[in-house]
């Protein structure tokens, strides 16, 4: 009797290992992704944008757009919009957010730290003036910044306690040194800006890392295709004005999507 039984217990077991390997790998279920942040992420200077967006200015060549095209998410809420600071991301874009997120990316910052204006200055002010601008922004950037990111980044995974979110930053804009037929701004601006990038990434980084986030630092995908370069991802002054000093639909595929790609 007791032997019956162990044969049948072990007929059971090698049954159900049997039907298991007929039955193939179980498929994992589809992301389901939401893209937050500012025009880096809506894909201001893109093109192909979405019309109903309006002055989101978001793209169908943005990083986030290629991704789900790509990846055929279960869901796709795309909320970034152009312009958006971190009080923007936590009172209007966190809406597409639940516990069944799985992901997240997200470029904010920039615009709190006045980095457009900053840019504008630089291509319309003295060199002085410039590095005042600059100046002001590392300030801000190291003193005030910090705890807005936090705030964000809490009520992400407040709203989304299971998602793997993404922090992308931001390029250099400048390819250095930069080659003599690179007219307009002085080398010495031209560093400064690329170091208070290099500031902003630092403390985004930083704060990222804290809340458990993942960083994706574009700034090796950008290398050699910054402004200057012959090959640029990012566009310099252009109409309409609004999609100056913005990554280009190029931009977008080689320099944001595959550090996306490398984190989700």
Not at 20 to 28: F, I, N
Not at 213 to 229: A, K, M, Q, Y
Not at 243 to 263: D, F, I, Q
């Amino acid at each position: 009797m007791r032997l019956t039984r162990s044969l049948s217990a072990v007929f059971v077991l090698v049954s159900a290992f049997v039907l298991a390997l007929l039955a193939g790998p179980a498929h994992a279920a589809a992301p389901s992704y939401v893209a937050l942040g500012d025009s880096y992420s809506s894909g201001n200077g893109a093109g192909s944008y979405i019309s109903s967006s309006g002055d989101c200015h978001r793209s169908n060549n943005a990083y986030p757009a290629r991704w789900a095209a790509a990846n055929g998410p279960s869901s796709f809420t795309f909320a970034a919009c152009s312009g958006a600071v971190t009080t923007d991301v936590i009172n209007n874009q966190l809406g597409g957010l639940n516990s069944s997120t799985t992901l997240v990316s997200l470029t904010i910052g920039g615009n709190d730290a006045g980095f457009a204006d900053a840019m504008t200055t630089c291509v319309t002010g003295s060199e002085s003036t410039c590095l005042n601008r600059l100046n002001t922004a590392r300030s801000y950037i190291n003193a005030t910044l910090p705890g807005r990111l936090d705030a964000v980044y809490n009520a992400v995974r407040s709203r989304a306690p299971n998602a793997r979110v993404v922090v992308l930053g931001y390029p250099r804009m400048y390819i250095e040194p930069s080659p003599w037929y690179c007219l307009g701004l002085s080398n010495t601006k031209r560093e400064a800006i690329n170091d208070v990038a290099d500031v902003l990434n630092s403390v985004i980084s930083g704060r990222a890392s804290a809340a458990g986030f993942r960083f994706g630092d574009v700034r090796p995908t950008f290398n050699t295709h910054e402004l200057c370069s012959g090959d640029d991802y990012l566009h310099d002054v252009r109409l309409p004005v609004w999609e100056s000093y913005h990554p280009t639909s190029a931009g977008h595929a080689n320099g944001y999507l595959p550090v996306l790609n490398a984190n989700d």
